[in-house]
């Protein structure tokens, strides 16, 4: 079933992730940039002799930094470029020209109720109906246990109370958001899959914000 937020928090949500990964790569790259000018101090300073062990673990440290960074902007970057898009599961697409009645019954339901319609409607293995919004417009799953149990009547109340998601703006939120959750799904299985990637203290200040932003979304939506 779609689900609703505030407008506000999806937007800042969305705008802090992305603040997030600038700012914490910008961070770590200033680190890098002082360690190299420390060390290119204790040359100047004829130092190096000295504070050799030091340099080389400055040196260390900045490649270790490096490394980071570079591991989960690879994994954003690349997530991003192959972003899927969502079909619902075990689910077929009826074909408008095929299912042209069951098409103009629900747009007919719609009109008289002043919603908006469907663009498509699945029709799925589940017991229930929702929506959401594609890049193909609007969607309509509808459970072939609900289409199959559920009166005429009782079917257009199911129908009319998931049609004004979309006039009520809720898919709409919901699909602002969907790419968002995508790329951050996609992003934690790259991480998932490469074994130092548990050492990246970048990669943990990254999934925090993962589980943050569930938690927040969690509850602001229904």
């Not at 420390?38 to 490394?67: D, E, S």
């Not at 719609?110 to 229930?128: F, K, M, N, T, V």
């Not at 602002?176 to 799904?185: G, H, P, S, V």
Request: hydrophobic fraction near 50%; proline fraction near 4%; glycine fraction near 10%.
């Amino acid at each position: 079933m779609a689900r609703s937020a505030t407008p506000r928090l999806v937007n800042a949500l969305r705008v802090g992730y992305y603040a997030f990964l600038g700012l914490g790569c910008g961070g770590i790259l200033v680190v890098v940039g002082v360690i190299l000018r420390a060390v290119l101090a204790l040359h100047r300073w004829g130092m190096a002799g000295l504070a050799g062990g030091l340099i080389v673990l400055l040196v260390l440290v900045a490649l270790v930094l490096v490394a980071a960074v570079w591991q989960v902007l690879r994994a954003v970057v690349v997530a991003a470029r192959e972003k899927p898009g969502w079909i619902p599961p075990s689910s077929i697409p009826l074909n408008r020209e095929e299912q042209g009645t069951m098409y103009a019954w629900i747009e007919a339901l719609a009109q008289a109720g002043g919603l908006l319609p469907p663009d498509r409607i699945w029709l799925a293995a589940e017991s229930g109906a929702y929506v959401y919004e594609s890049d193909h417009g609007r969607e309509l799953v509808l459970g072939g246990g609900l289409v199959a149990v559920l009166g005429r009547s009782a079917l257009e109340g199911v129908v009319a109370h998931e049609l004004a998601h979309f006039s009520a703006g809720d898919t709409r939120l919901v699909r602002e958001t969907q790419d968002l959750r995508q790329l951050m799904a996609e992003v934690a299985s790259r991480l998932s899959v490469r074994g130092w990637s548990g050492y990246n203290p970048f990669a943990w200040a990254l999934r925090a914000y993962h589980y943050v932003y569930a938690l927040a979304w969690a509850s602001h939506s229904r």
